[in-house]
Each structure stands twice: as C-alpha cells, then as structure tokens.
C-alpha cells in the first residue's frame, strides 16, 4: 500500500489563494470517497472537505464558499482549492480516505484507511 503524498502548502497572506493536490494510488484512489482534513497545533483533528464516487461533496462550515474538492480521476489526483484564506485556516493538512462514507467531511474525523505525510499552510494576518 502507498500512502497518498500532499503537495501545494505554503505560507500566503490572508486573503491569498493556495491549491492542494493528493496523488494517490490506484488501491487509495478506489475508496468510494476521499477528503481533506487537517490540524492546526494543540488542536482536534478536522474534516474539511470530502468528495464521493458518485461526485458528491461536503465542506465543514467554515470553509462553505471559500474551498472546492475536486478529483482527477484519470491521474488519481484529489485536489483542494482553497480561496481567501483566513488565519483560522493555519494547520497541516492531509488527504485522507475515512473508513465510512456515509458522514461526509466529519468521517475524515474517524476511522482513516489511509492518509498522507501532510503540508503545511500557514495564512498571515
């Protein structure tokens, strides 16, 4: 089993755009749903975002509006484009498939089958 690899984290100022991607295996990819999820220093684990097979997604309510998950299914590629950024949204974060797809975006708050090394996004006020 290959673990998906994040890339796209940086640090921008608030207001600024970054966008992830995850490329994942073929094994990884075939989840029925993948997301994005992260954790900021002393705080919970998160699910940001989460998109199924059948195209469907989920965002967390801090991020409704500003976030957009989408995937690439030919390169195996999940992507998290992330706009206007606040500072709130500092964390690691990490593409993951959660063990049940049936909560949406607070799944990727369980049970992982598998996740990344993370990337970092550090937003400036």
């Known amino acids: 089993q290959v673990e998906p690899v994040e890339s796209g984290g940086g640090s921008v100022q608030a207001g600024g755009s970054l966008t992830l991607s995850c490329a994942a295996s073929?094994?990884?990819?075939?989840?029925?749903?993948m997301g994005w999820l992260r954790q900021a220093p002393g705080k919970e684990r998160e699910g940001v975002a989460s998109?199924?097979?059948?195209?469907?997604?989920s965002y967390t309510d801090s991020v409704e509006g500003r976030f957009t998950i989408s995937q690439h299914n030919a390169k195996n590629t999940l992507y998290l484009q992330m706009n206007s950024l606040k500072p709130e949204d500092t964390a690691t974060y990490y593409c993951?498939?959660?063990?049940?797809?049936?909560?949406?975006?607070?799944?990727?708050?369980?049970?992982?089958?598998?996740w990344g090394q993370g990337t970092q996004v550090t937003v400036s006020s």
């Open positions: 993951a498939a959660p063990a049940s797809c049936n909560g949406g975006y607070l799944s990727l708050s369980g049970e992982l089958l598998y």
């Open positions: 073929g094994s990884t990819y075939s989840s029925n749903c």
């Open positions: 998109i199924h097979s059948d195209g469907t997604t």
